[in-house]
């Protein structure tokens, strides 16, 4: 297999485990949580800072994409049920294969746009399937899923287009979007004195060191080095996994057919686009053969 392809699993199988680690600390403010995580994050690439000579549009695009996504996801577990922000904030997978042809040349077929109504019909069983009444605040917090998702896949195609970034860089959009939501912590008007205990600690340095630290490495590997849409389509193993770490680790989570339904949808409708060119390759190759055989 690729190595871009198996770096991309890895970022998976690091991020399955972001929803259950995050859960744990919401009672911690998200920009809080947030800055301290992403600056531990930074730590391993802080010595490669010469290296980070990049255009400020790079800057721009990236802190905006780690920072607000990070910041609303952790900011919508803390207003809505988890399952249900995870599953919204899972489609920026669909996002990514979607917005590929915004950032390179490649093209979407028919199975690449079903597949996305296909996905999006999943989150909305799963949503359909919450045994509370959608108030403001649950609605707000889907809200930030739902753009967190978007920001992220606008991360991960905006840095594919700089090839020349070295990989430290990540270590400085890390660095960047951690000071400015600590900045913007203490920045608070009503800001309250907040000390993580010794277990609050424990999951911001697992969350620095797995999901939100080496994975960001990984996953700048495999976006430059692989097919953004095979990647999109790989992506949704992670839902599979999270869900299934945050049934074991969080009591009120509980897994139900429907939400094997729901990931059938989603990973299957990603999957699709890809199955549609494959045979479209295939088809056009037998052509090719024919018209070589004729001419012969």
């Known amino acids: 297999m690729n190595r871009a392809y198996i770096s991309a699993l890895l970022t998976i199988l690091m991020w399955s485990s972001l929803a259950v680690l995050t859960v744990t600390i919401t009672h911690i403010p998200s920009l809080l949580s947030v800055g301290l995580v992403l600056i531990f ?3 391993p690439g802080l010595k490669y800072w010469r290296e980070w000579k990049l255009p400020w549009k790079v800057w721009l695009s990236a802190v905006i994409g780690m920072f607000g996504y990070h ?17 919204i904030q899972y489609l920026w997978p669909l996002f990514i294969v979607l917005g590929t042809p915004l950032f390179s040349q490649s093209r979407l077929n028919f199975g690449h746009v079903i597949g996305a109504i296909l996905g999006f019909g999943g989150v909305l069983l799963t949503l359909a399937q919450e045994p509370i009444a959608f108030n403001v605040t649950d609605l707000f917090g889907y809200g930030e899923a739902f753009i967190a998702a978007l920001l ?25 979007s951690g000071i400015l939501a600590l900045t913007s912590y203490v920045l608070t008007a009503d800001i309250q004195a907040v000390i993580p205990s010794t277990s609050d600690l424990l999951v911001i340095g697992l969350l620095g060191l797995g999901p939100m630290g080496l994975s960001f ?74 018209e070589t055989a004729v001419k012969s």
Not at 273 to 287: S, W
Request: hydrophobic fraction near 55%.
């Open 41 to 43: 994050a930074s730590i």
């Open 71 to 87: 910041f609303l996801l952790f900011d919508a577990f803390s207003r809505s049920p988890a399952m249900s922000v995870n599953m």
């Open 152 to 176: 992220w896949a606008f991360y991960t195609l905006s840095n594919r287009r700089y090839t020349k970034m070295p990989m430290s860089a990540v270590a400085g959009f890390c660095l960047f």
């Open 217 to 290: 490495y990984t996953w700048d590997y495999a976006i430059r080095h692989g097919d953004t849409r095979v990647i999109g389509a790989l992506a949704y193993l992670a839902p599979l996994l999270s869900v299934i770490w945050m049934a074991v680790f969080i009591p009120e989570v509980t897994l139900k057919p429907v939400h094997l339904v729901t990931l059938i949808l989603i990973i299957g409708g990603a999957s699709l686009g890809q199955y549609v060119e494959k045979r479209k390759l295939a088809a056009l190759l037998v052509v090719n053969n024919s």
